[in-house]
């Protein structure tokens, strides 16, 4: 019974949607307040009856409903309550129900803190966000229902694909989707502002906060992913240009440009058609990886399952979308080059050339990503791109930014100051240079591996000497707006995520060994003693286990425990052991036994040893974390009309004026 | 025939994500450290033909193995990088080379990135020009948006 | 003008897409291409399945067109392919070669006791060695080669009746036509 009302949930959501889309765009257009107040109202219905319909679904995985197939293909009696629940994602129609939650969780925040936008403004940003809705409300309803029945019933259900049965599958995509689809709010003022007209900088203001956090969810989506593969597929590696991958960091790089595309223009006002056209080319990237994912016309091992149907519905609608939202850009964005003026050398062109490297950059994913297609299309043969594409070219397209980052505080907008950069070169690249050479001693001169010193102290170093520019120059209580704070931590981000790269990739260390037990192997500096093999069991595995004893020096360092686990049904998987440290991870899988009937005797094992890996995510966090706090600046807040906290001196009032 | 192919399709997921993915773990007697780094570059060049989405080093399906195997013999019978790749493709065809060589093919993905960057640094340096001409311009005035104080940041504080 | 500029971009990825999802819809998509097409198959010499002492090499096979039909007893989509070859084998005009694709011969044989045997002629590869030499990275795949022993068509994945008549037939038909002088 329950799993029908799901189904009418979705499809009263629909009706709400289309409610929320339609009369508030015509209300704005004709004046009429009545339609143009329908907007939150519905938003708010929509988001009930969806958060309604996702909710029957993680109950009927909860109640082992195994009516559902939906919930039979995704789970049975053994699966743990936690991962039962992340199976409400886990494959194709459950995933666009968690697309839709979020989007509605988006729109209700919108509706929420939106109360002092002008109403007009309001109910088109509104109404863009229920015409998203109305898509994918169709698309789950039409083609893609997670609500349909398996009758009779069967006794047990099928298995979670044993992959994705790990912590950081339940936390990855919530936290990815957040992000992919939080730039549907820079997308829904971008559209709003165009059909407007009334382009001047304020609602890119508005625009910033959202932006920043959805873009800074993206990134530690994104990041939530790279550690799990890491963890979980048994290789050690923490990207791989996947399709799918490269799905999610195309809206990264372009939400990278945007947010400082944003800056500007909130600021100068200059660039608004750029930053327009970016915010529809970030949703658009949003939009176009779930197409990708979906519609199997890429190969992927974590595509879903394709059916020509539903590529061809999405593909209508990222058609309707985009190819609608571009074309009215081509109608209504502003001709003339708005703004404040500036000159050759300013932060302006220094963040516009950061802007055209991403830009480029994502462009190349996208080649690099479709040229398969491409190939087919032209019959060009089967052509097959992967790292050595993407991993040349990347790294070749960020040096300039990475080279240009910290001159970027010290410039001033409209005209440079000269005197200021030389000093910043000097200094940083003194740091560096010497950095570099006393790396290379260590690293037997490995080139990757000082290049990553040298990027980590050039970039730090230019942060610290803003830090401390800022803190010799302003008062206390004004030095590090949130912004600026932000800003530093995500810029220090980048620093320690390329040394995190370039160090891990160049002084990483593995090997294939076939060790009996009480050998040991040296590698990195550590030595592994293997202690054998034993069974063990979970709630629905069974387990061959590993002991490893790992020391340095005689000095006990860690105990490892990787095994090899069998399913329910048969499938097999790797888990392997990890030794997590600041400095190097320690990683260790099992291969096989080298007689199949004695476990308990050799095995072939595969040993890393992984320096700065963590460096990688950890940058990531930073980056993320500046995002975030870069979204809380006061200045980006809604001047609240009555209440202004004039007890503070005029500092204060300038502050809260925004 | 849709059907063949989702069934197939379904095989390979199988294959290529539900096994073991320690079988790809096979230590192999190397001469030396350096050839064992040789031999693991080496793979992770290829892409497995069957598990098209991991590399020969990665991949636990049955035709990687023996290519990882062939490969292993081939180089204990001192044949150079390019040898081997020749043989593969030979076989497989330029697919099983992640590294797409340069062909009439393969042009637009190889210089489609830099006619990009190059028209792209062009618009910027239009764009730069036609703004460092131009004199201070007053900010348009907003119309509707009393709500919002326009003023920029020239406070002289820069942010 | 250039205004216009994403929106076309956009539309030609459109219909870059469109035709992916078409081209999905009649094509395999994992199915590589065969370098080997019009080249001499690799020369070989394996056992025969059921008297192992006795061994088979090209040679032996020149002068006759013969499909080449690359199964496993481990192999699920051969267990589709089967019956196909079952029906339409006979109707093909060339002889069918079995080849045992890293399989134990006593499961191969087992296997083929269950299914049936529509071969002329079973070789066995148990190792897979010479496999590589045709390219082979699964099974089932099927290799039409003439009788100077080029390789003419190579099919992966299981034979169906639909591909028989509009691929197979055909490429049979355009070797034996230009056999006549």
Partial sequence: MTPELGQLALILALLLALAQGILPLLGAWRGNRALMAVARPAAAGQAVFVAMAFGILVWAFVRFDFSVQYVADNSNLALPWYYRIAAVWGAHEGSLLLWIFILNVWTVALAAFSQKLPEVFASRVLAVMGLIAVGFLAFIIFTSNPFGRLLPMPGDGADLNPVLQDPGM???????????????????????????????????????????IAWAFLTCG??????????????????????????????????????????????????????????????????????????????????????????????????????????????????????????????????????????????????????????????????????????????????????????????????????????????????????????????????????????????????????????????????????MAGMLLAHLGVGVFVAGVLLSESLSVTSDVRMAPGQTQHIGGYDFLFQGAHRTTGPNWRADQGVITVTRDSKAVAVMHPQKRTYLRGQVQTESAVDAGIFRDLYVALGEPMDANDIEGAWSLRLYYKPFIRWIWGGGLLMMLGGFVCAGDKRFRIKRAAKTETAAAGLQVEETHA | MTRGLLRMLLVMLLVCVGVAHAQAIEPMPFANHAQELRFQHLTRQLRCPMCQNETLADSNAPIARDLRNQIFQMMQHGSSDDEIKQYLVARYSNFVLYNPPLTAGTWLLWFGPLLILLGGTGAVLVAIRKRSHRDAVATEASTANALIDSTPTDNGDDW | MNRLLPFFGFMLLVLLFGFGIWWNTQHDQNAIPSPLLDKPAPSFNLPKLYEPTQTVSKADLLGQPYLLNVFASWCVECGVE????????????????????????????????????????LISDEPGNTAIDFGVYGAPESFLIDARGVIRYKHIGPLTPDVVAKELKPAIAAMAHEGQP
């Fill in chain 1, 170 to 212: 339940t936390f990855h995509p919530p936290v990815l989707y957040t992000g992919y689809v939080g730039f549907s709010v820079a997308f829904a003022f971008a559209i709003a502002g165009l059909l407007g007209g009334e382009l001047e900088q304020a609602w890119v203001r508005w625009a910033r906060p959202w932006t920043n």
């Fill in chain 1, 222 to 483: 994104i990041v939530a992913g790279s550690w799990w593969a890491y963890a979980e597929l048994g290789w050690g590696g923490w990207w791989f240009w996947d399709p799918v991958e490269n799905a999610s960091f195309m809206p990264w790089l372009v939400g990278l440009g945007l947010i400082h595309a944003q800056a500007i223009t909130e600021k100068r006002g200059s660039l608004r058609a750029w930053t327009i056209l970016l915010s529809i080319f970030a949703f658009s990237l949003s939009l176009l990886g779930t197409f990708l994912v979906r519609s199997g016309v890429l190969t992927s091992v974590h595509a879903f399952a394709s059916d020509p149907r539903r590529g061809i519905f999405i593909l209508a609608f990222l058609t309707i979308v985009v190819g609608g939202s571009l074309l009215l850009y081509a109608l209504r964005a502003p001709k003339v080059a708005g703004g404040k003026p500036f000159k050759v050398v300013s932060r302006e062109t220094v963040l516009l050339i950061g802007n055209l490297m991403f830009a480029v950059a994502a462009a190349m994913v996208l080649l690099g990503t479709l040229f398969p297609l491409i190939g087919d299309a032209l019959n060009l043969g089967r052509v097959s791109v992967g790292p050595p594409y993407f991993g040349f070219l990347f790294p070749l397209l960020m040096l300039p930014a990475v080279l240009l980052l910290p001159f970027g505080p010290f410039l001033r907008w409209g005209k440079g100051d000269t005197p200021a950069l030389k000093q910043v070169l000097l200094r940083a690249g003194i740091a560096a240079a010497a950095c570099a050479i006393v790396a290379a001693f260590f690293v037997d001169g490995q080139l990757k591996a000082i290049a990553g010193v040298a990027s980590l102290v050039w970039l730090s170093v230019g942060v610290l000497l803003y830090a401390i520019k800022r803190w010799r120059e302003v008062p206390r209580g004004r030095r590090y707006p949130a912004e």
């Fill in chain 3, 82 to 121: 089967h019956p196909v070859l079952e029906a339409e084998g006979p109707t093909l005009g060339v002889q069918l070669v079995g080849y045992n694709y890293k399989d134990a011969p006593a499961d191969a044989k087992r296997w083929l006791a269950e299914h049936g045997n529509p071969y002329n002629l």
